[in-house]
């Protein structure tokens, strides 16, 4: 069993939609959340990251943890065309190491 | 300011060939880290520095070297290429500053597209 969780989607939703995208994880030594964006043939970028359970919001952007249930998320407001791409959960236990999910394909429709 | 940049794009190799991918980075950061990116898999660490002068192995390092040439240059060699290493391989840095790991950001290069026949 992976230590974490995605659903590989493909998820598509029309322009304007609210997105929830998310992530379990079987290990309660994580304690640092991120998520990551990657456009097609490109490498990830950071979108957002936090370290806490509760919410942190970003413009358009709000990510979720819910240690108690091991489950984060990430929510996307007023969905946009150019929010097409695989978002990556990614998370840390150790000193440097990053544990990523398998990613989500999210396709917004004009 | 380039950030991360790796070479070659795209590679193929016949089984039992050898190559070296580079990756070098101009933001004066301390760790690198190579990783592989497989269908389904997600991102899987093979090796990183966490400074110059060190390596360490991660998640998938078999088939793998790794030389911290520099502080700026992080390459890694097939010795031998395998079918099961045909993958998309991506180098990232992060600063790297001691105590400071809970923060440390990643930040990603384009990928090298290897396939091996």
């Known amino acids: 069993q992976k230590e974490v969780e995605q659903d590989p989607g493909p998820l598509s939703v029309p322009e304007g939609a609210i997105v929830s995208l998310n992530c379990t994880y079987s290990n309660s030594a994580f304690q640092y959340f991120m998520w990551y964006r990657q456009y097609s043939r490109k490498g990830p970028e950071l979108l957002m990251y936090t370290y806490s359970s509760g919410n942190k919001e970003d413009g358009r952007f709000t990510a979720q943890v819910d240690k108690s249930s091991k489950y984060i998320s990430l929510f996307i407001r007023d969905s946009q065309p150019s929010d097409s791409a695989t978002y990556l959960c990614?998370?840390?236990?150790?000193?440097?190491?990053?544990?990523f999910g398998s990613g989500t394909r999210l396709q917004v429709q004009p | 300011n380039a950030g991360v940049t790796q070479t070659p794009k795209f590679q193929v190799l016949k089984t039992g060939q050898s190559m070296t991918l580079q990756c070098a980075q101009d933001?004066?950061?301390?760790?690198m880290y190579w990783y592989r990116q497989d269908p389904g898999m997600g991102l899987r660490l093979i090796y990183y520095s966490a400074s110059e002068g060190t390596t360490d192995k991660g998640e998938v390092p078999n088939g793998y070297n790794v030389s911290r040439l520099n502080k700026r240059e992080f390459s890694l060699r097939l010795e031998s290429a395998a079918p099961s290493q045909t993958s998309v391989y991506f180098c990232?840095?992060?600063?790297?500053?001691?105590?400071?790991?809970?923060?440390?950001?990643?930040?990603f290069g384009p990928g090298t597209r290897l396939t091996v026949l």
């Open positions: 933001m004066n950061h301390n760790s």
């Open positions: 990232a840095s992060s600063d790297g500053s001691p105590g400071q790991y809970y923060t440390d950001t990643q930040y």
């Open positions: 990614a998370m840390r236990k150790g000193r440097r190491a990053l544990t």
